[in-house]
């Protein structure tokens, strides 16, 4: 290709020209005029796609981007464009594939020329500029563009299933623990399908995941407490130092979760050494919670230096970049988190972490409609995630609490979804305005993460609401989803977990009794740390009314009880928390193997009705 050639060639030569000054580099920033600017002048486009909290984009700007050959060549022929993809999450959907930092290189009239992963140093950016100039071509980097087709079946077919499970079984590494051989972190959608299957009695699943949690340990900073990004080189002992809400967040809830389901006090600690950093260093005056904490001090000082001191040397030298800004969706996050760990502790003060950011989002992100925005002044969007992340926070809080409005809430933010993002075509959009006008921005991006959390995100708001419009939703992005995993040749948990959750009806735990009286508070204590990960708890007090979604109708006995539901079964009452721990166990039996369930049609929910035992014949079903 004579794309291929003239990098080469290019290469060669640059690696032997001396260097000449130049000024610095002139960064813009993304505007809805970058390619009409850029067809005026008949300048290429350079985007820079980094992240405060990024090491390897640090290396870049201090190598790469401050060589005069490379600000020279940029000058030349390009507009350089700087995002933060934090703060721009239509671009971080549309690239999150190649970063961070990104680098992607368009045409004056928006086509994709080249797309590059990580770090470029300065030889290679030299050569690559040269040869867009010689070539504009795109290169192998680009590809051919595909559009999903949504399936026409909500389910996997069970051929397909099995091919999933087989590739995130073959996907485990066994030798140390984790899915994927080179960097070594707790991947999200793998661990929870891990503890899908644990919960269900497999006991590779639990090995797998224990073998994991166990060596991730490795990533908590054991001075300021917080989760490490990765590590790299096939070991869990050589972290990147940046701390990511979305690692904390997703790290504190599955550490609480573990702790829940094998109760031991290593997770537990591991989940308190988040919170307790999550609480020191990335909690705002107002209690909203921050983006980020800098892998490294400066320039001079990485973090294989710096994480090395202890807490009076580390403070000595200085304090890494916090990113301050306050996103919906980093605080939903968070609010997921910790309440994922006031289930296990009952810790009010943990709890009260969570209400408090959520009240600030709503006070400050909010929007017409019941979405949010991602920041205070937003480039573009509203974006599906700001909303997805608050929708079932709200939802969390609600399990967590018994407080309706949570409930409430997470049903707007999912009513802004569906008319805001649905694409009737397939799928959900990233954002409900594309980036630009031209090229690859003509619509906006569709992101498979995305997908997935709305399909279980809608699946839960329709348990809980009893509400067609959020079952429908849910199976039209489980369409999309079943579209991408015949197309995309990669381990997908993530679809296993929405298919799974679809088809089968979560673990259903209800507390009947006031809501000040200590023996009902003591049986939703019980119900919320019981170790089912996908669950719907409610809190009956028929001084309230009826739950929004009353497929249960459950009678008055006269003093606190809880019920456990399966497969349209319900037990008879729970007086205490022993008892109720028996009962769930006993109705989970019942819960239908998802491989026999896959040619069901999703769930018509009939009312059920619970005729109770006289008040003497306590347990049993």
């Known amino acids: 290709m004579k794309f291929v050639r003239a990098l080469a060639f290019a290469v060669a030569t640059f690696a032997m020209s001396p260097s000449f000054a130049a000024e610095p580099i002139q960064w813009s920033g993304w505007d809805d005029e970058l390619f009409s600017r850029a067809s005026a002048e008949q300048r290429f486009v350079i985007l820079d796609l980094e992240a405060v909290w990024c090491h390897w984009c640090h290396v870049m700007e201090k190598t790469t981007y401050a060589d005069p050959e490379v600000a020279e060549l940029l000058a030349s022929k390009y507009?350089?464009?700087?995002?933060?993809?934090?703060?721009?999450?239509?671009?971080?959907?549309?690239?999150g594939d190649w970063g961070w930092p990104a680098t992607i290189v368009f045409g004056p009239d928006g086509t994709e020329?080249?797309?590059?992963?990580?770090?470029?140093?300065?030889?290679?950016?030299?050569?690559?500029?040269?040869?867009?100039?010689?070539?504009?071509?795109?290169?192998?980097?680009?590809?051919?563009?595909?559009?999903?087709?949504?399936s026409a079946s909500v389910f996997l077919t069970s051929d397909r299933r099995a091919e999933l499970v087989q590739n995130v079984d073959q996907s485990y590494e066994g030798r140390i623990g984790g899915w994927g051989d080179s960097q070594k972190y707790i991947d999200s959608d793998s661990m929870d399908y891990a503890m899908t299957r644990a919960e269900a009695g497999d006991e590779i699943a639990a090995k797998r995941a224990r073998q994991t949690f166990d060596a991730a340990i490795a990533l908590i900073d054991p001075v300021w407490g917080g989760v490490f990004q990765y590590s790299e080189g096939g070991s869990w002992n050589k972290p990147h130092f940046e701390k990511i809400m979305s690692f904390q967040a997703q790290y504190l809830r599955q550490y609480s979760q573990a702790y829940a389901l094998w109760n031991d006090e290593t997770y537990l600690t591991a989940a308190r050494s988040i919170e307790c950093y999550l609480a020191g260093f990335l909690t705002s005056p107002d209690g909203a919670f921050y983006v980020s904490h800098d892998a490294d001090l400066d320039h001079d000082t990485d973090g294989h230096k710096y994480y090395a001191l202890d807490d009076a040397g580390r403070r000595k030298l200085g304090m890494p970049r916090i990113d301050k800004n306050l996103y919906a969706r980093e605080n939903g996050w968070a609010i997921s988190g910790l309440t994922a760990l006031y289930n296990v502790t009952a810790d009010a003060k943990v709890l009260a972490m969570a209400?408090?950011?959520?009240?600030?989002?709503?006070?400050?992100?909010?929007?017409?409609?019941?979405?949010?925005?991602?920041?205070?002044?937003?480039?573009?969007?509203?974006?599906?995630?700001?909303?997805?992340?608050?929708?079932?926070?709200?939802?969390d809080l609600y399990a967590a609490t018994g407080?309706?409005?949570?409930?409430?809430?997470?049903?707007?933010?999912?009513?802004?979804?569906?008319?805001?993002?649905?694409?009737?075509?397939?799928?959900?959009?990233?954002?409900?305005?594309?980036?630009?006008?031209?090229?690859?921005?003509?619509?906006?991006?569709?992101?498979?993460?995305?997908?997935?959390?709305?399909a279980r995100f809608m699946n839960l708001l329709n348990r809980y609401f009893g509400n067609d419009v959020y079952k429908d939703h849910a199976a039209h992005a489980m369409r999309y989803l079943t579209g991408v995993s015949a197309e995309v040749a990669r381990p997908m948990p993530g679809v296993l977990l929405a298919d799974e959750e679809l088809a089968v009806e979560p673990t259903h735990m209800t507390i009947v009794g006031h809501k000040d009286d200590p023996r009902a508070q003591a049986l939703h204590t019980t119900a919320r740390a019981f170790p089912a990960r996908y669950k719907r708890l409610e809190w009956l007090d028929l001084r309230e009314g009826k739950l929004p979604n009353p497929d249960v109708e459950y009678p008055d006995l006269g003093e606190p009880a809880a019920f456990a539901c399966s497969d349209r079964i319900c037990s008879y009452p729970s007086f205490n928390a022993q008892e109720l721990a028996a009962t769930v166990k006993q109705m989970a039996k019942l819960k239908p193997a998802r491989a026999a369930s896959h040619k069901r049609k999703q769930p018509s929910y009939c009312r059920l009705q619970c005729k109770m035992p006289v008040r003497t014949a306590r347990a049993g079903l």
């Open 79 to 95: 507009i350089p464009v700087r995002v933060d993809q934090d703060a721009n999450p239509d671009l971080s959907s549309r690239y």
């Open 113 to 150: 020329i080249v797309k590059i992963r990580g770090y470029i140093e300065p030889a290679r950016m030299q050569a690559l500029l040269k040869a867009i100039i010689d070539d504009p071509s795109p290169g192998p980097s680009v590809g051919e563009a595909f559009e999903i087709r949504p």
């Open 355 to 395: 209400e408090r950011a959520a009240k600030w989002v709503n006070a400050n992100r909010a929007m017409s409609g019941g979405g949010f925005r991602h920041g205070d002044k937003d480039r573009g969007g509203p974006f599906l995630g700001d909303s997805l992340a608050m929708g079932q926070a709200f939802l």
């Open 403 to 454: 407080n309706r409005d949570w409930l409430t809430e997470a049903g707007k933010a999912g009513d802004f979804i569906g008319t805001s993002f649905r694409d009737e075509a397939g799928g959900f959009f990233s954002s409900k305005t594309s980036e630009g006008k031209v090229g690859v921005f003509a619509r906006p991006p569709k992101h498979t993460d995305d997908h997935i959390q709305v």
